[in-house]
């Protein structure tokens, strides 16, 4: 065996010691962090594309309590994913959240996650039913 193969071995075994539990929980809460951002970025250009098919696309206008609904249910998504980002972003930076933060950090990326999905429904059906 040569020099180069002997540095490679031992470089794999100093990055194989380094990549233990610790990175892989901040590299899961790296990921999930990047989660919230699309599903913000998604809410935000969902609001702009609705207001966009109420505009052109439309024949009818669907009634106003729909569209506060569906409006709320994007903002509340963004919302929640932002509370979801910051329990993240100032409590994982260790690798670890106490039970409280975990709660939190759940709730927060559920409800994002279900108001999304809804607030696309309910656009699926105004397009549906509207148009």
Same mark, same amino acid.
Do not use: C, Q, W
């Given at each position: 065996? #040569?020099?180069?193969?002997?540095?490679?071995?031992?470089?794999?075994?100093?990055?194989?010691?380094?990549?233990?539990?610790?990175?892989?929980?901040?590299?899961?809460?790296?990921?999930?962090? #990047?989660?919230?951002?699309?599903?913000?970025?998604?809410?935000?250009?969902?609001?702009?594309?609705?207001?966009?098919?109420?505009?052109?696309?439309?024949?009818?206008?669907?009634?106003?309590?729909?569209?506060?609904?569906?409006?709320?249910?994007?903002?509340?998504?963004? $919302? $929640?994913?932002?509370?979801?980002?910051?329990?993240?972003?100032?409590n994982a930076t260790e690798g670890k959240m106490s039970e409280d933060e975990k709660h939190w950090?759940?709730?927060?990326?559920?409800?994002?996650?279900?108001?999304?999905?809804?607030?696309?429904?309910?656009?699926?059906?105004?397009?549906?039913?509207?148009?």
């Open positions: 065996m #040569d020099n180069s193969e002997k540095l490679t071995r031992a470089i794999a075994r100093k990055v194989s010691r380094k990549s233990g539990p610790l990175n892989y929980k901040l590299d899961m809460y790296k990921l999930v962090f #990047d989660l919230m951002k699309h599903i913000t970025t998604l809410s935000s250009g969902s609001i702009l594309i609705f207001i966009t098919l109420l505009e052109k696309v439309f024949k009818t206008k669907p009634p106003v309590g729909m569209l506060i609904t569906t409006f709320g249910l994007f903002s509340v998504s963004i $919302a $929640a994913a932002v509370m979801a980002m910051m329990v993240l972003a100032l950090f759940a709730y927060s990326a559920a409800v994002a996650s279900t108001a999304f999905t809804m607030g696309i429904l309910f656009v699926a059906l105004y397009a549906i039913i509207f148009s």
